[in-house]
């Protein structure tokens, strides 16, 4: 019952503030890409090494960027209105379509990294807090120092040289193997040896991450009062770590997560490049640089709706992890 | 020169292993049919036909869907496409096409001269060359289905050369009829004459190509399939290449650097045919209104201190040819032999300066100017830190300013805040077409990317373009080609650098990808595989 209220004022608070952020991001990314210098028609006139004054002129006129500022500003937010994202001049297609195109890889790659990365980082930290000073977590604060200071596109450009090019075992490019016809099983596996590589990339940072900040949460609430209570309940000292300790360490760790949820949708970038991912990543760079910005603004408005659902998910976990958080 | 440009195109031909001569055997097997062949690409196109683009990405891909009426041998002579015959009059003011009977568009409609005409009106009007090389039709008639004549109102020379399919592709007329050819949906699941049909694109991956049945060529395509992929990561192309994933990729589709590596791998190819269609040439372009470059003795200065052929090896290690004039080379008819008069001198350079009244000031120092680059290509910022540490040794120092495409265009064409730059222009088949926008004064536009970007206006050039452009006579036009370079090189509008060699390299088990000019960018309609 409790927990049913806790979830209806949670989402509640989010649809409240969620409308006027996303409006802001938008219209203040609206803004600040006018400062970028050139158009879409540069851009396109430069790839093609040839343009005359009138075909430049006719570009320009057709995707309204002959007009003022604010007007294409109303016509965005216009479109937006009627869920609408507009439509790419570069693509010559829907803003939507291209999107969608994309989204399922973004989230698939996202989701496969992040939950890695939190499993390994919570089993691997838990370890080390459990021997803490000793040897076992000696050598993990080596190799979770080796994790953090790496590159994550580096560790990726290692693991295609032994994993793609060496052995062999493993594609390096694309998300699966174009042209295949593949069902059921073989199509489950063609995509997970192709998402294996970059998702490791991907994972390789944040696992060290999470791995240090459970060992640091775990060790600090080992001192507190209710650990000394279990203790002296009589309860397994493996259940006490679980239930007790790494129930609490969760709090800090999740928080992170979902601010990095965030930081993977768009700072995949460098890996989607490296292996050819079709991700939003790579799409929000192409754009950029294509000034496509009818599609940038998309991926952003969408990014920061992914951002802010996962941070409502993470809001009603934390209410399961510890009920104390937001009662009062 | 040109025994020049062969020694070096030799030696670079011999450095491409021994690999590439059996591949000239295996030429003489029986064609294989079958396969699927992975083209790897640098760039997503933006559209897969190159009428209202000519991107070199949508040039790569259009071809195989959509044909054009010539094609031509690796001199840019011209062969039979959905043309068969051809005749110009003696004025050089029509040309007459036979087309070929039975040719039908892949959604069965057959293709007729007033697809020919239609496609030659778009062109004009819309693409962003063509406008250009179309501008003296004056119309174009279609006396019958299978014949379509254009009328010029002045010779154009180099017309016959411009055909190929991605440079003047032919779209179906029942497909643009009555729409706008900007939003024609026809650019993203084309409908062409083509070898291959379009089968999907997938956006950020790939696009898939099938062997069309009723091919006006009942032998051909040979291959089952052709899928484009875009691999936008050097490394990752360099990878493919390695373990067999990708087929073929061309313009030298991964790092210099990478290429000795990857020329020992037994099963790789690397050829330069079917690059004769478009050479570049690189350039130091000045700002004629740069409050130092538009001293003459001071871009001579600049000239003086620049070595070529160290360059190129420095930058491009080695793959290109020198040119001291911007018609490379490569175009043999009219490229001048003749060498800058201002040869590598650090000297003359700093005697120039110091006439110049850029005297060395205390700190050693002639000038401060900053340089920006085009960075479309891989070497750009090379030669700018070359041009730095050389121009250093003469007093002048340069602060390199880095910026990505739209911003180089805008500032450079739109703004015009730049002092120097480093550029590439493309010859294309001609040097009207290529060359003349470049120095031409009328062509001195602002907001058109490679427009006249220095504000070169010399009344003498003006009048040799404009009258190349519209001479019938050989040996007159080429003369007029040698009269320009002639002052082009007394006058340092701009310093041409070289002309880069680029290289396909492909999976041995790959045939027949080059046979024309414009190489893996025709219809790719004979390649095929073994096994």
Redesign the interface.
Known sequence: MRMGRRIARTLRRTAIHAVPTMLGIVVLDFLFLQL????AA???????????????A??RE?FGLDQPVLTQLASFLGHLARFDLGYSP????SVVD?IM??LPNTVLLMVTALGFALLVGIVVGSVMAAWAGRWPDRILSVVVLLLYSMPGFWVG?MA?VLF??KL?WL?????MT??SSFTGWALIADRAAHLVLPALALASFFVAVYARLVRASMLEVQRQDFMRTAHAKGLHPFLIQLRHALRNALIPVTTVAGMHLGNLLGGAVVVE????W??MG??AL?AV???DFSVLLGVLLLSSFLVILANVAIDLLHAWLDPRIGEA | MTANFLTTRRAALAGLSATALTAGRVHAQVPKKGGTLTFLQNAEPTSLVSLTTVGTPSLTNSAKTTEGLLEYDYDIKPKPALATEWKISPDGLRYEFKLRPNVKFHDGKPFTSADVAYSIQLLRTVHPRGRNTFANVAEVQTPDPLTAVIVLSKPAPYLIKALTAAESPIVPKHIYEGTDPLTNQNGNAPIGTGPYLFKEWVRGSHAIFERNPNYWDPDLPRIDRMVCKFVRDAGARSVAFENGSGDIGYRTPVALADLDRLKKLPHLVFETEGTSYSYNVQTIQFNLDSQYFRHLKVRQAVAHAIDRSALLKAVAYGYGTVSHVPIAPGLKEFHSPELSPYGYDLKKAEALLDEAGFKRGPDKIRFRVPMDFNPIGDESRKVCEFTRAVLNRIGIAVEIRAQDLSAFAKRVYTDREFDFTYNGHSNLFDPTVGVQRIYWSKNFKRGVPFSNGSNYNNPKVDALLEGAAVENDPVKRRQMFLDFQKIYLEEVPDISLYSPLYLTIKNKRVHEDSPTADGVESNMSRVWLDA
């Open positions: 970028m210098p050139g158009d540069d851009v396109i006139a430069t790839e093609a090494g040839s343009a005359t004054a009138e075909t430049m006719l570009m057709r570069r693509f010559n297609a291209i195109e994309r450009l295609v793609s090019v062999g594609p390096n490019d694309s998300n174009i042209g490049t490296l292996f050819g079709p991700g790579r799409l192409e640089l294509g000034r």
